[in-house]
């Protein structure tokens, strides 16, 4: 974890393919962050990359979307050759990547044939086709936590979001999570969420940044550091959140499994 | 009219009677027009009943992801000065409602058919339609239809299985242009659609669409723009025949490019210019969409924005800033239950207005507004957003308010002020 800044220098975030990997208002990550940091008085430089140009790595934050198959593979190939998404993982810089965007961060994803490819293996998961209608719906997080690049676990309370996946995510050993699943999916075993030290995944659209100011602040605090993060008026956040809850827990949009999903454990 | 009945297989004389019978009681229990489920009843008698239908007439399919209502009714419009023509013009768009419209028609009425974007092959295939028009494909309804370039694929599939004489298509949509390309004899639009954020990724080979002025090319395939017949300015149309000069009635540039999609839909169909171009300037409204009405005691103006191809155009038609907006959001089965695609429209764009969101997602939209830095308060209701836009300074006595719903919040307001048919 890079040491935190002082307020008047540049936060740089970089929104990755989003002609690709944008199919779900993910874009709304970026507006999302720099938002937060410019009511804070934090200059922000925001860049977005189209697919087949090139990719800085000096960022402080990326934010890789969700996608259709085709592009996902596209994208996939194109951050392979590039490099610049690894080396500026593991030189600390935050990473934020949603659905499409989780799966092909992890070590392996199938494409459109179904076909398993490699993926960046900057998160420790593999993601598998499970026979089962796509999870559609409101997903809904018991109190999440997450684990900072500094080993500390940092609660978030729930995480509320939209989710639109057929792949299932199967974290590995070294990686965490954000916690229990209350409603919906989640990455499919009873949990939600990926994460590898200042690398984040996740099944949340909503986008999940609007929906969670909470997991907003805490990226940004790994760049920034707590003293920055100064108080905002998110009364319309909480005011949807509450809406949210209550759908989620209405199962107004739950995502449906057969019984024979249930029989299997899937 | 002249009926049609008596040269219909009697299944399908039968098949109408009972749908008529049944939209007649569901109408009568104040079910809605009962247009749908009059035609589903219909089809449970006779499932050829499209077929049937449709035989020995000319039929046009319109299908796209926005502009179908509109172009269809535009079309109607400009063939109508010249031949009888039968048209869903209601929006009800799949085979139910579709079959449901043509019960009634004469026998040598043309057939205009807004069709579902996912209904296409299905109604191509039962009616082999001699000319199919399609305007464009964008994300809609994510959660609930396929993802956009299987609709693509879906529709390049059945123009090569049933072949139509003409298809009129959108230059300028690459996905539009990969469909139809296959077609053997296909009307190219310019419609300067620069709504490019679905067209990225090349649905031919996975490559990349490269944007450059007015044309476009993938980076890695030989999938292009391809030379138009047609192409939309500010007031005209211009075509390899002369320029055609319009005043519609319908506001927008976007009316503009509806227009000339029928305009090339009634050229194929031999109508004389002159004739279209009197009917798609008599055009005032479509279903709702842009009606001047009063809502709760209140002057409104209807407009329809679903999506963000089409919030993209109708930001462009709201009334000068800083007059005050409603705008509302469901997210109902007909919308699609995730409203995340309000984080892809600029609503940056309405800096200098003031908001007022309603609808069942409001609170969605509100977060969005904030993030845009737009001011704005959120209302339970439409008539209590209404209050509310009318009482604030910049609100000019007297003037319509214009509501900015998306399609099931739009359709509420449209039933309240009467507008079903």
């Known amino acids: 974890m890079s040491t935190p800044r002082p307020t008047e220098s540049m936060v740089r975030i970089c929104s990755l393919y989003p002609d690709l990997l944008g199919t779900y208002g993910d874009g709304g990550n970026a507006t999302v962050l720099a938002q937060r940091l410019r009511w804070r008085d934090i200059n922000v430089d925001l860049v977005s990359i189209d697919a087949g140009r090139s990719v ?65 293996g900057l998160l420790d998961c593999v993601t598998v086709r499970v026979d089962r209608p796509r999870a559609v719906g409101e997903l809904l997080t018991h109190d999440a936590a997450v684990t900072a690049p500094d080993g500390t676990v940092r609660p978030l309370g729930t995480l509320t979001g939209f989710e639109n996946h057929a792949g299932r995510t199967i974290p590995g050993a070294s990686a965490t999570t954000f916690g229990r699943v209350e409603i919906g999916e989640g990455n499919g075993d009873g949990t939600e969420g990926v994460i590898n030290g200042s690398v984040v995944g996740t099944y949340l659209h909503g986008p999940a940044l609007a929906r969670n100011p909470a997991l907003a602040d805490e990226l940004l605090r790994w760049i920034i550091g707590d003293a920055a993060l100064t108080p905002l008026d998110d009364s319309d956040v909480d005011a949807l959140r509450a809406d949210r809850h209550l759908a989620a827990r209405a199962h107004e949009l739950a995502p449906q499994r057969s019984w024979r999903d249930r029989l299997r454990g899937s | 009219m002249p009926s049609r009945s008596t040269s219909l297989p009697i299944r399908s004389r039968l098949a109408v009677g009972v749908g008529r019978l049944v939209a007649a009681s569901s109408k009568a229990v104040h079910l809605g027009s009962g247009s749908v489920i009059g035609g589903r009843a219909a089809l449970v008698v006779n499932p050829q009943l499209l077929r049937d239908l449709t035989a020995g007439r000319d039929v046009v399919i319109v299908s796209a992801t926005n502009g179908k209502t509109t172009t269809t009714r535009l079309i109607a419009a400009a063939l109508a000065g010249d031949r009888a023509v039968v048209s869903n013009s209601m929006g009800a768009n799949m085979t139910a409602g579709i079959v449901a419209a043509l019960g009634g028609a004469a026998a040598n009425a043309t057939a205009v058919l807004e069709v579902d974007e996912r209904w296409v092959a299905g109604v191509l295939r039962a009616t082999s339609a001699g000319t199919v028009v399609l305007l464009n494909l964008s994300r809609d309804q994510l959660d ?203 609503f940056e764009r309405l800096r200098s207005r003031f908001v007022v969101a309603t609808g069942e997602r409001r609170h969605d939209l509100a977060v969005r507004l904030r993030y845009a830095d737009v001011e704005h308060v959120t209302a339970d209701t439409i008539d209590e957003a209404l209050r509310v836009a009318m009482g604030r300074p910049a609100y000019i006595a007297g003037r319509p308010v214009d509501i900015a719903a998306n399609y099931t919040a739009f359709q509420e307001y449209f039933e309240r002020v009467g507008g079903s048919q």
């Open chain 2, 144 to 346: 609930r239809t396929q993802e956009v370039r299987k609709l693509a694929e879906a529709w390049r599939t059945c123009l090569t299985a049933t072949p139509p004489t003409t298809v009129i298509a959108n230059a300028d949509d690459p996905l539009v242009v990969w469909a139809a390309q296959v077609a053997p004899h296909v009307i190219w639009v310019a419609t300067g659609q620069d709504w490019r954020a679905d067209a990225a990724g090349c649905p031919q080979c996975a490559g990349r669409i490269s944007f450059t002025g007015a044309t476009w090319r993938c980076t890695d395939c030989e999938l292009a723009r391809p030379e138009p017949a047609m192409s939309v300015e500010d007031s005209a149309i211009a075509t390899d025949a002369g320029r055609v000069p319009l005043s519609m009635r319908l506001p927008g540039r976007v009316n503009i490019v509806n227009a000339a999609f029928a305009l090339a839909t009634a050229r194929s169909l031999a109508v004389p210019d002159d004739i279209a171009v009197a009917g798609l300037q008599s055009v005032e409204e479509v279903a709702g969409r842009y009606r001047v009405t009063s809502l709760a005691g209140r002057p409104v103006r209807l407009l329809l924005a679903k999506n963000p191809a089409g919030w993209h155009e109708a930001i462009e038609l709201l009334a000068d800033p800083p007059a005050p907006v409603v705008v509302s959001i469901n997210a109902r089965i007909a919308d699609g239950h995730d409203p995340s695609w309000l984080w892809d429209v600029d």
């Open chain 1, 56 to 120: 800085p790595d000096s960022c402080d934050l990326y934010l890789v979307g969700g996608g259709e198959d085709g592009p996902q593979t596209r994208a996939t190939q194109e951050l392979q050759t590039s490099g610049a998404l690894r080396r500026a993982a593991n030189n600390g810089a935050v990473v934020f990547a949603v659905c499409a965007g989780m799966q092909i961060l992890g070590e392996r994803f199938p494409d459109m044939d179904g076909v398993d490819r490699a993926g960046l």
